[in-house]
């Protein structure tokens, strides 16, 4: 009788694991995945990073940084192979396209385009995700990962950088990559 009692505790364990876990595909996971592939530029910055010497954060600011606790840069730079990079551009449309992720904005034309999403809630987003495509340069992914970011102060925080309050030189290297300038 022990013997079947630890027997079908043991099922159902295993069952409960399987169960719980994942195997979905998500944005973290791709991610995660791409750290260690060359053909991918990656970019992770503490926000704490982004305020520069001369800042002057009201306190408002400040506490909008301070919701914002890391940024993912992925990009995948079209360097000839335009089959690899529609396979990479369709898995990370895949994953974007799963409910839990909620448009906030779409804009652009047949060669390049810009989404944006977010998980949470619509006035406390905890994920804020910029997808930018372009069918001769390639696509990068953005990611602000934050508690409670409210999309007001998101905006309130983009001043920043054009009062040349946040030190943006980080990300100077992907403007490269794109032949875009950015200012900072």
């Given at each position: 009788m022990i013997t079947i009692v630890k027997y079908t505790?043991?099922?159902a364990l295993v069952a409960l694991s399987m169960i719980s876990c994942n195997s979905e595909p998500s944005l973290q996971k791709y991610l995660v995945e791409k750290q260690d592939d060359d053909k991918f530029m990656k970019i992770d910055l503490a926000t704490s990073l982004l305020q520069g010497e001369n800042s002057t954060f009201t306190e408002e600011e400040q506490n909008v940084l301070n919701?914002?606790?890391?940024i993912n840069v992925v990009a995948y730079p079209l360097k000839g192979d335009q089959a690899e990079y529609e396979v990479e551009r369709k898995k990370v449309l895949a994953i974007l396209s799963n409910e839990k992720y909620q448009t906030?904005?779409?804009?652009?034309?047949?060669?390049?385009?810009?989404?944006?999403?977010?998980?949470?809630?619509?006035?406390?987003?905890?994920?804020?995700?910029?997808?930018?495509s372009d069918t001769?340069?390639?696509?990068?992914?953005?990611?602000?990962?934050?508690?409670?970011?409210?999309?007001d102060d998101l905006v309130k925080l983009m001043t920043s950088i054009d009062k040349g309050d946040m030190d943006v030189s980080q990300l100077k290297s992907l403007?490269?990559?794109?032949?875009?300038?950015i200012e900072y």
């Open positions: 505790v043991g099922l919701s914002v606790k890391k906030l904005m779409k804009m652009g034309s047949n060669k390049s385009g810009a989404t944006l999403k977010y998980t949470g809630e619509e006035e406390a987003i905890d994920e804020l995700i910029v997808f930018a001769e340069k390639g696509f990068a992914i953005f990611r602000l990962i934050g508690d409670n970011m409210e999309p403007g490269n990559m794109f032949d875009m300038k």
